[in-house]
Structure formats: structure tokens, C-alpha cells
């Protein structure tokens, strides 16, 4: 069993006996006092899909939930659920569009390294790769000469997300996202 300090965010915990999935974690260190710090995740029920706010020293033991991760890739969207067919298999899982709002914003049909997290053969949410490559679809024109290291312009791309990025990229050009800081990384190899 971990403590609280070793929990990662999408891990999957049993607390209260229900199966919790961490989607945010806050770390505050008290002031003025002898003691680990203080941590505050935000976890969602798997089951009835509520969400709610516990805090935890770190050294709380918690009790991880069984867990299964599969390779899948994103197939379509069908209504509020999007579909996402297991690269083995070919079982196709539905996630809720609420349920994956944050990621929904960093994949498309060619986003490659996406896992599925499975919790009682319910699929319940995505682990994403730590980037993503995608297609910029408006943005101020680029500026010929412009230098790698010179200011940046927002741009947005085709799933929605909007990043700041050095002004020699254009409209149609592919670009590397990195999905923790949601900021540019580079240019995409296409």
C-alpha cells in the first residue's frame, strides 16, 4: 500500500470502500510546524461518477484499486461517448465527453499511445502519452526570418486547444504538445 505522497494523478485508489480515480493533487507544506506535507486530491467515483475533495499527511497509507491499462486508439464519437477500439482486441470502450473533457482536447484520429483505464471491465478513463502532435488550423501569419528564441502567438488547433507558439509557425503546419504544461515542444516530423 502507498502513501499519499507516493500517489500519482489517474491513479486509481480504493477509499470508503468505493474505487476512486485521482484526477488532481495539491501539495501544501504547513507553516510554522514539524510535519510532512498536506495532500489535497480531487478524486472522482468510478461508479456513480461523483466528484469530491479529500486531504491526506503523507503518510497516509491508501490502498490502490485494481487496475488495467490497455492500448487503444481514439475510432469515433457517437453522441456524448467517445469510442476508442482496444489495439489488441478490437473491443471498443465508451468514455462520456464529461468524463474526458481535459483530454479531448489533445487527441484526434492519429494520437498514438493512448490507454484506456479499466476498473471492474468498466472503462473509466484515458492515460494520454506525455505529447501529442497536432495540426494548427488558425493562427496570425508566420513571419519570415523569425527566429526559434523571438515572441510567440497563439494558435489553435484542430481538437480546440489553443498554445502559444514561436511566430514562424503557420496555419496548417504540425506541431509536438506537451499535454502536462499544454505548451508547444516543437514541430511534428510530417
Do not use: H
Request: hydrophobic letters at 35%; one cysteine or more; proline letters at 4%.
Amino acid at each position: 500500500m502507498p502513501k499519499a505522497s507516493e500517489i500519482k494523478k489517474n491513479s486509481t485508489i480504493v477509499y470508503n470502500n468505493k474505487t476512486c480515480i485521482v484526477r488532481d493533487i495539491e501539495r501544501s507544506v504547513p507553516q510554522g510546524r514539524a510535519g510532512g506535507s498536506i495532500y489535497r486530491m480531487r478524486m472522482y467515483d468510478v461508479v456513480s461518477g461523483a466528484k469530491f475533495d479529500e486531504t491526506f499527511k503523507d503518510s497516509d497509507m491508501l490502498q490502490l484499486a485494481d487496475l488495467v491499462r490497455r492500448q487503444a486508439t481514439f475510432s469515433y464519437i457517437d453522441g456524448d461517448e467517445y469510442v476508442f477500439m482496444d489495439k489488441e482486441d478490437y473491443t471498443p470502450y465508451s468514455l462520456n465527453k464529461d468524463a474526458i473533457a481535459e483530454e479531448i482536447l489533445f487527441i484526434n484520429e492519429e494520437t498514438d499511445g493512448i490507454q484506456v483505464l479499466i476498473v471492474s471491465d468498466v472503462p473509466v478513463a484515458l492515460d494520454l502519452p506525455i505529447s501529442v502532435e497536432l495540426e494548427v488550423v488558425e493562427t496570425d501569419p508566420s513571419i519570415k526570418g523569425a527566429s526559434a528564441t523571438s515572441r510567440t502567438k497563439p494558435a489553435k488547433c484542430s481538437t480546440g486547444l489553443v498554445v502559444q507558439v514561436p511566430e514562424y509557425v503557420a496555419t496548417g503546419d504540425w506541431i509536438r504538445v506537451n499535454i502536462e504544461e499544454r505548451k508547444f515542444q516543437g514541430r511534428a516530423d510530417r
